[in-house]
């Protein structure tokens, strides 16, 4: 970066100078009109309102098929936060999370069915791996698709994300007794300790759920709010702006990338645990 600084003309450090002068005049306008203190008032009642019907709903109804049913959901919440992680703060349209959501699951399902070396693996282990494997895959396409001079953006981005998620289903169906082909794989583990409790159905499966969810809203948060998030939204509204200052756009994007696939195979593996099957 350093280097970078050095080497730039005048007219450069110039037009650097006023995108800075222009970036603080509009956030002291923003904070004059009170927007940011209204935005955080009203994330917080929203914050508020969901934990208390989070810790409601078990209370309020006795059916545990419904109960057990919004487990499933916060688990697609996860995923969901995944998702807008990298597009709705990235701004990178990603029509390709299936693959990591998916992924998690089918990742679970061999290392727990199959029969073979160290296979099959405790469940806990499993879900590291398969965590893991997701988020490998999610650091190599992101260093095909954001590094060099012809590092993709908007659609050509969607378009690489795309076709990676079709040939995921197409390698999944085509598998054989690896994936199970067409038929998926039945999970045969449970989502409990044993001797402890039982965490796969119920009011079990719906608070590790739960935990879960808060657990990840808190760490993309966090992420969003920190030097690299704040980057990031820079990315968003004006990519070439956030270069021109000297920052490592694509590490940040590379990144963001890797938590977004993490995060949706995480909530593959465990959704499709409880789920039974994963085709």
Known sequence: TLRRAATRSPRTHARIARAKETMTLHRTETE????????????????VAVLGFILLLPLLTGDAALIERFGGYFLLAIFAISVDLIWGYGG???????????????????LTTRDGWVLPLPLGLAIILAVAGTATLALAMSYFVFSGRLALRGVEFAVVTLAVAVMAERLANAGGSVSGGQNGILMEERLDIPGVIS?????????????????????????????AGLILLGIRSNED??????????????RTFVLSGALAGFAGSVYFTQFGIVS
């Open 32 to 47: 004059d009109a009170g927007g940011p203190s209204l935005r955080r008032n009203r994330t917080r009642q929203t914050e």
């Open 199 to 227: 965490l796969h159905k119920g009011s079990g499966f719906y608070f590790l759920a739960a935990i879960l969810l808060i657990i990840t809203y808190v760490v993309v948060k966090r992420f969003v709010a920190s030097d």
């Open 92 to 110: 990178l349209f990603t029509f390709g999370h299936a693959a990591f959501f998916g992924g998690g699951g089918y990742l679970v399902g061999m």
């Open 241 to 254: 702006r956030i270069d021109l200052l000297g920052y490592d756009v694509p590490r940040i994007k590379r």
